[in-house]
């Protein structure tokens, strides 16, 4: 299963670890995920993972970013792959490479940005509704 995961389920997967969040991070270092990012997604992860304002240890950001250096890289989609447009245009970046590497799903805390809760077959589903699919094992 392949999921786009949007930034702030990243930064409170680090925050929280027990949530939601952070079973979802547990799920895809676990590899039972298939983790896609591209270098504008990852450019924004380590943008507001190094935020000083973030109560993040220096311990786990370097482990996060080895984490980050041993994924594979996908390539940026084209611009404008898809018609399907964010409400906020720093969110697009997810929504393109979900549809474009066909993705099961997008995983983001703030829904609201994007345009359905279905586009080109890709759930965009928060990390809670996440929770419950998986322990209900609808996510298939």
Not at 16 to 43: E, F, K, V
Request: glycine letters at 2%; hydrophobic letters at 40%.
């Amino acid at each position: 299963m392949k999921v786009v995961v949007d930034t702030n389920v990243v930064i409170s997967a680090l925050l929280h670890p027990a949530r939601s969040c952070g079973q979802i991070l547990n799920q895809i270092l676990d590899g039972h995920i298939t983790w896609l990012i591209t270098p504008s997604i990852l450019s924004e992860y380590k943008e507001v993972c190094l935020r000083p304002e973030l109560p993040i240890s220096d311990f786990h950001r370097k482990w996060l970013f080895e984490v980050w250096n041993n994924l594979p890289l996908l390539p940026t989609p084209p611009y404008n792959c898809s018609s399907v447009k964010c409400s906020d245009i720093d969110d697009q970046k997810f929504l393109d490479a979900a549809i474009y590497y066909r993705a099961s799903f997008l995983i983001t805390g703030n829904s609201k940005h994007y345009p359905k809760k279905t586009v080109m077959d890709v759930r965009i589903i928060t990390p809670d509704k996440w929770k419950e699919s998986f322990r209900n094992k609808e996510l298939n």
